[in-house]
């Protein structure tokens, strides 16, 4: 196979956020992201073999070395402000339907009850997911799909979730992994909540374990699995089983803790080693602490905290005391219906009191770690994949307006992404 270089020239200021990362994310400074001016990246094959300033770049001699017959491409950023890409670590992008009239009855006071019994909830989408064909489906996940990208998105977790069933569920991971434009996470999230065919929750439990996450593993369907702890959902007792069932699978594995309840879902997800534990609103503080101190990334998710008109996470005494945090939207079509980075950037700094260097690290190599990919994407150093996205303004715009992102342009392993 031929070799492919690439040269990305005439970028403004160049936020490698290599400080960031050797930091794992953690007691993040503004000095951290690492800003070069007038950079130039090289990238090989989709990974950035070089990154430096073009002063650096005339006075060494490596284009020579690399590119004796001068065949590599040259790409003018024509003055952008350059970032590594934005990875997207929580969401529910594939579902069919929308929650919309359930959003106005929650305005008019209705109970959860009383939201089921009239249809809403999230059988409601379970029911719409369970209708559309595999190409509906795939049509709307693309749409969405696009709309992250659009926001300077390259890396995209989605899960699972809405079909329950096997059939349901195998549908939506095979969308997932259809998906075309940013480098896909697909999580199987069966433990969602109880497919309404089973009669109790250990049931349904089994008939995942049993039935469906051997054929999830075999098929290659996921990257991970995620599970719903929650009082009146599954309990800890019902994750440690079924965690350690994905486990001896192979299969890494995050977990929805302490949304609403200090339900112990985060002492379990530490214990066993989960790559993230997501939402943590009602984290205790022996939690805080122990997350502090583990290798496992802590996920909030302030969009969802606001549609819920709920409290925020305790983001800033997980960052005070040294833990790798990330933001992600949370995107699903009952809480947390915005696929905004930017309104979950603005709720960080304003509810959160995270500092816009906090955001940023916590949008990328924070959420990258949330991933298990933090030694390929989440920032912009030799070795890394050439994932970024190129701003018409200054960095210090970002995650300070809710609305259109100013992004010119979007790389994945250094393709250009089309903004559809
Ligand atoms: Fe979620």
Redesign the pocket.
């Known amino acids: 196979m031929q070799t492919q270089l690439k040269i990305f020239a005439d970028i403004g200021e160049l936020l490698t956020l290599a400080g960031v990362a050797k930091k794992d994310a953690r007691h993040v400074r503004e000095e951290d992201l690492s800003i070069l001016p007038d950079a130039v990246m090289l990238c090989r094959d989709g990974r950035l073999i070089w990154v430096g300033t073009r002063r650096e770049f005339d006075a060494s001699d490596i284009l020579k070395r690399l590119d004796p017959r001068g065949a590599a491409e040259r790409i003018s950023l024509g003055g952008a402000t350059v970032l590594p890409g934005f990875v997207e670590c929580?969401t529910?992008t594939v579902f069919a339907g929308d929650r919309a009239e359930e959003f106005e009855w929650r305005q008019q006071g209705k109970s959860y009850q009383e939201i089921a019994a009239a249809g809403g909830g999230i059988l409601s989408t379970v029911r719409a997911t369970r209708q559309a064909s595999f190409d509906e489906l795939k049509s709307v996940a693309q749409r969405r799909t696009d709309v992250f990208v659009r926001q300077g998105v390259t890396t995209l977790e989605t899960?699972s979730g809405y079909g329950l069933d096997l059939e349901g569920e195998l549908k939506c991971l095979r969308v997932a992994r259809a998906l075309t434009g940013p480098r896909v996470v697909s999580t199987y999230l069966g433990a969602h909540a109880k497919a309404p065919e089973f009669d109790d929750l250990t049931a349904y439990l089994n008939f995942m374990i049993h039935d469906v996450l051997p054929r999830v593993a075999r098929e290659k369907l996921a990257d991970r699995v995620d599970i719903y702890i929650e009082k009146g959902f599954f309990d800890t007792d019902m994750a440690r089983v079924y965690l350690n069932a994905a486990r001896a699978l192979g299969l890494p594995f995050t977990a929805?803790v302490e949304q609403f309840s200090d339900s112990g879902g985060a002492a379990l997800a530490l214990e066993l080693g989960a790559r993230s534990l997501?939402h943590a609103v009602f984290m205790s503080e022996t939690a805080i602490d122990r997350a502090a101190g583990s290798a496992t990334t802590v996920v909030l998710?302030p969009a969802?905290d606001f549609y819920l008109k709920m409290r925020y996470p305790p983001a800033r005494a997980l960052i005070d005391r040294g833990a790798r945090v990330a933001l992600s939207t949370?995107f699903?079509p009952g809480t947390s219906p915005t696929q905004s980075l930017g309104f979950v950037g603005v709720l960080a700094r304003i509810e959160m009191k995270m500092s816009l260097s906090e955001v940023i690290a916590a949008y990328t190599v924070g959420a990258a770690g949330a991933l298990g990919l933090a030694t390929e994407t989440g920032s912009l150093e030799m070795g890394k994949l050439c994932d970024f996205v190129a701003l018409d303004g200054s960095w210090r715009e970002l995650f300070y307006t809710v609305g259109a992102p100013s992004i010119k342009s979007v790389y994945k392993s250094g393709e250009a992404l089309p903004m559809n």
């Open positions: 929580h529910h899960k929805h997501d998710l969802s949370d699903n």
